[in-house]
DNA sequence: AGAAAAAATGTAATCGGTTTCATTTACGTT
DNA sequence: AACGTAAATGAAACCGATTACATTTTTTCT
């Protein structure tokens, strides 16, 4: 079923069917409803690539993040495919979805799928893609060329037609540990995950609040660790054995911190009493934990929404900021209450 | 930059133009080459859609599946979003991706995106988009009429091109129980959190499993709740204040066993040894709990995997079984000690 | 009523590929 | 050298929509 075949059953010509399927308003309500009856009688619908060839838009936007069965995935960035998906399809938007593990080739290879299909827009992630590596953003400098490329919670500075939506997990961090040691906590540790944008962010606002409360940064307190359980449980018990003192924890992720309460509970070891503990990304995890967790909230939602806007207007041609930040929020809850100042 | 800009510079006719990008051995080595490096030299790509135009494929697939934001969803169920994208796309085959909420008219738009983009086939993530609701399925069964239909954990059957990859829930659940039993479990609770075809099934075996033990099934014992902390909380609280007896519990969701084994930890009742528990899905969180989880590995990467092998064969012109059913295993940990027998 | 203006409709080009079929070129035989 | 065959190449139709422009119909105004 095609355009002409409509016509001729309708008894006009394809421009008009056009115009009918297009709410052009210069066509008899005669002729509207007479084609009307035809299109829903064969319940015709446009071929989308023939009015994309036409248009030169398809009315898609590309998404690309990190395979959520990727164990080095951040497991909070996962609900963000969603809420990206759901606004998109507010506005009429396709999504071409590509997750992909952190391998350069399969990068390249989705950017190029995605210009290939001539999408309006692509969006990136999570700062997986995007640091320490020189090389691998090449592809996304070309594809930046032709097509706008919005990065959630990534930097790339100083690129034309490239644009970032990213949580201030400096702040964030810089509050979370602020908080533990407005608590009383003197020795924090700060255990984190992986080597991204936000989880550099997060390091530094930990080092600048121990600095401005006067607290040395010891490097032994800084840990890294994936967000695989046995591991957690491995590094902590090890920190632990080493006879490291400390009564304070920040994680950057909420699955590192609950599993650091797991490790706790089974070691006797209190808390919040002797113990402090902050998340990150207040998942849903958080309330599932003993003793609830404190996490700070990235808002990974908002961020969606925002980019998304931001995404739309500027292919309407609008100016659009080429750095959004958002704030946090901590969400305070037994691992650490809230202080009272 | 198009096929006839780059036919022109390498003096040869679109067509051999064509053929060297469809790898067509017809061609002259020289003329190739020629060909080739007028292609590098302007890094072009074909437009996919004016391709899809011609060919009438675009070698892309429609993925429906739950928001994963919405509260409903089948938490489970996320990951194969990721899954199913990496099988395909390692056939070469993109992604159209609509995560939307329990709401009738987002699926059949979506549905109708899919069709309009002339998808290759269309895979729906759970079940909770067909069951109980003859209406609803209206939108599948026309959509099935031109492009087949694959349900990953759903169900719908004798209905042309509509195709069911399943894990077995009904043994899955039936199996739990009875390692529940065996472990010395007479009273039995069963905590479960939607109404989809997964979902009935595990209720079934459940069921059943009583059934041959020659155990009472009593409806007191079986218990709705959705994946929501603080509701399982309050679900799981009235349940032990009713003064219902019981020593077993299979949830039908590791997150509703987890929220059980926080609560059942607050109140000082004792796993494995008061109350044995078993959840479902074998999911991360498991590992994260205390103590450690038992859980039904449903093995969602097998079915995601299967499906997009047989999607792809079926494509090809193979003849393929209408409903694959595939079986979980059970992965003992400390909720519930293996039985030894 | 008739001319001018406005509205409705139709014709045909266009988008960027693939593909059929016709034509040219290369190769092997006698 | 002449011929037949196979391989390489090209010209043009086609896929299914949109749209500029031409044409026809309707409305408005004198």
Redesign the interface.
Known sequence: MTIHDISKLANVSVATVSRVLNGNPNVTDKTREKVMAVIREN?Y??????R??GLDT?RTVG?LCV???DPDACPSL??A???V??EL?KQNF????????YDMQ?KE??I??M????VDAIIIIGSFFIENNAKSNLCIL?AAQTTPVWLINGRLENVPNVYCTCCDDFDGAYRATHALIQSGSRDVLLLHYADTFSETQKILGYRKALADHGLPVREEYICECT?D??EINEKFSSLIESGLRFDGLLATED?LA??VL?CA??RGLAVPEALRVVGYSNS??A????PELTSVDHNI?SLCVTTVALLINQLRGMKTPVITTMRSDIVFRKSLPQPLS
Do not use: H, W
């Open positions: 319940d619908t446009p071929n989308a690539f023939a994309g060839l398809m998404i395979d959520p069965a996962m609900l495919i969603g809420y998906q759901r399809r396709d999504s071409l979805l590509y997750c992909v593990g399969e290879c989705s190029q799928a210009l290939d299909r001539r070309r967000t359980a046995q699955e609950v599993g797991k509970n089974e849903k995890l309330l599932f934990a003993t939602e």
